[in-house]
């Protein structure tokens, strides 16, 4: 029973958020995306992460492990799902990174951070920017042919990441007026994502809906049995693996639709598939929650 309050105290507060998002446009009300997830992205969740690293007390030797851990994990992924999809006849260039890279931004940095606290979200962080890189790379290579290195690296959360891995591993700190101005920054991330996560559900028009539901289950089967052979082989802690788990099972980002949509491949099944995952989450993300706490 404790069990159960603990992860509903920790999901909750996620689902209730996006909730409001849904909510909000369906009523009518104005929501400008573009602008806020820009806001988030460029601003409040760089700050976000650097704070968290550069304040965080985890050994940089964990956090390094970790990186190679969820770089192997989503090249397996990526090499067993594209087998699949080739193998099922199904388009590499739409299914394939929605299938590998999930929503590790706005439902996996909040989630970190309540099951696990600074922490968790320290993890989260470094498995956020590898995603970051590989979907900004590979990603859009197969969606487009078109990956870019400089560009990935270029992106304020990667550059925030380092920049924050360098301080905690030199132990500095900026100064106490900087570093709470980039705090309360930071602080906006979390419900600015979650919020904008819903309105962006809400405004999809998916498709497909059988197909998305089979590859939502088998994308979370997947993805989470595989974090969870690759913490135990790298032999990360308690906390570093439950969070490699929770990150690589995320359900599939918006994000995939807008590239999908733009690269011209299938963005009505892309569609689907984004609401599927996330609906499912609903019921998954607890479950694995109460298999990790």
Partial sequence: MNLILTVL???APVFILTLIGFVWVRMGFEYRVQFVTRLAMTLAVPCLM????????????ALAKLFFASVVAYAAITAISALGFWAFGYSQQTFL???????TGNIGLPLAIFAFGSEGLGYAMVIFAVMAILSFTFGIWVVSGGGNLTKALKEPMVAATLLGALFLWQGW???DFLTNALELTGQMA???MLITLGVAVARL????????IILSLLKVLLCASIA????????????????????ISMPVAVTSYLLVEKYGGESDAVAGFVVASTVMSVAALPLLLAIVL
């Fill in 97 to 103: 990174p929605p299938f590998v890279f999930g929503n």
């Fill in 228 to 247: 969870f052979a690759i913490g135990a082989w790298f032999e990360l802690d308690k906390i570093a693996q439950a969070v490699l788990v929770l990150q």
């Fill in 173 to 175: 700190k900026t100064p």
């Fill in 50 to 61: 650097f704070t968290a690293l550069m304040n965080s007390e985890i050994d940089p030797n």
């Fill in 9 to 11: 105290e920790i999901v």
């Fill in 190 to 192: 979390i419900p600015l």
């Fill in 205 to 212: 028009k998916p498709g497909r809906i059988w197909q998305a």
